[in-house]
């Protein structure tokens, strides 16, 4: 599965829209982009995932670049739950269910 | 509501003691797996079952069995713990693209 890059933190004010970068240069054309978080002391929750076009649902709005190199993850409304580590996963569609999780990118949302 | 439940959520065992952790889900998912999570190691697949009597392992599995006797359950055994096992330890099941995490479990091998 293609490794991912991603800030190691960022902060953002509450209320306002929170755009998470994501890297994964050496995707490969089988390859979803997936992003989970994990809220302090809890388990990975799933987000949004998405292949090359643009995704969106209850939680976030995911936006993956026409070549496919980056992503960005947009949570339109942040409130202080959603400070989490937000984790970039790439991985090919058979994989059966496993993910490799890398550092992700602490959130911080601020009052 | 169906659920994936870890327990116990902590637990104390000393070293050399055989420990087991229990996972079960209610989705009757195919797909369960074993994490840990380490501070400066993110989370690491341990173990992971595709189905009934099927278990594979994953990338930190030395130290760690598994056996999948149904569909609910996947048990995590430490067959003698060691200090290094000190971890968070997280179940999964998945379906389709998505993984659901249990809550956690907080081991502390002393």
């Known amino acids: 599965d293609a490794k991912t890059t991603q800030p190691p933190s960022m902060d953002c004010a509450e209320g306002r829209a929170a755009n998470l970068p994501c890297n994964h240069s050496?995707?490969?054309?089988?390859?979803?982009v997936y992003w989970y978080r994990q809220i302090h002391s809890q388990g990975p929750q799933y987000i949004i995932h998405g292949l090359k076009n643009n995704e969106t649902n209850e939680m976030a709005s995911l936006i993956i670049t026409e070549d496919r190199k980056s992503s960005t993850l947009i949570l339109p409304h942040a409130t202080l739950r959603d400070t989490a580590v937000y984790y970039c996963i790439v991985r090919v569609t058979d994989s059966w269910g496993k993910f490799q999780f890398g550092a992700g990118t602490q959130v911080v949302v601020t009052p | 509501d169906a659920e994936i439940t870890q327990s116990p959520r902590h637990k104390i065992t000393e070293t050399g003691r055989q420990v087991t952790l229990a996972c079960h889900q209610t989705w009757n998912h195919n797909n369960m797996f074993w994490y840990r999570q380490d501070l400066g190691h993110g989370l690491r697949l341990i173990h992971y079952s595709y189905g009934v009597h099927d278990t594979n392992k994953g990338e930190v599995s030395d130290g760690y069995s598994v056996s999948r006797s149904n569909t609910e359950d996947l048990p995590l055994t430490l067959e003698s713990a060691a200090s290094s096992q000190t971890s968070v330890y997280f179940c999964a099941s998945s379906v389709g693209q998505k993984a659901f995490f249990g809550q956690g479990t907080r081991l502390t091998v002393v």
């Open positions: 050496t995707i490969s054309g089988n390859e979803y």
